[in-house]
């Protein structure tokens, strides 16, 4: 399979839902070093041991998954209930710091990273890329003016 997937012209591989580097580990030693692997930080326990990944290519993080277990807020409602934010901002701002000193590229995906004034927040600490639903694409192009003519 890893043949049909590097004639495929695949480079990249995100792992996800990994809890600890073990995981990670294991699943590198399954690939090789025939692709540039990274992991979707979408869990308490990846989060909590941030600095164990010190070695990944890039980390996504997935707000759907993390918002769910770290707050017990149903993906389906997150988008109704932000009280969370203040708090994931936060965490995420020390996401963004990791990154930056070890060199691991960094983007974010999930609902509320489609949201203007999230969007804008999460610029304000360092996240350059998202990955947003079509619906959502007027929303990251007012939010990245707003913070480009701050």
């Not at 969370?84 to 995906?109: A, M």
């Amino acid at each position: 399979q890893i043949e049909a997937f590097k004639s495929a012209g695949v480079k990249y591989v995100m792992f996800p839902m990994i809890r600890f580097k073990e995981e990670f580990e294991w699943l590198l030693e399954v690939v090789g070093d025939c692709f540039t692997c990274g992991i979707m930080l979408e869990t308490k326990d990846a989060l909590d041991n941030l600095n164990d990944f010190k070695d990944v290519s890039f980390i996504s993080v997935g707000t759907n998954d993390l918002v769910s277990e770290l707050y017990g807020i149903d993906r389906l409602k997150q988008l109704d209930d932000l009280r969370y934010l203040d708090d994931l901002i936060l965490r995420l701002s020390k996401v963004v710091s990791f990154c930056n000193e070890y060199g691991i590229k960094l983007s974010i995906c999930g609902e509320i990273a489609g949201i203007e004034d999230v969007i804008y927040r999460l610029m304000e600490i360092g996240f350059t890329n998202f990955s947003v639903n079509v619906s959502a694409i007027n929303d990251l192009n007012n939010a990245y003016r707003k913070f480009m003519n701050k």
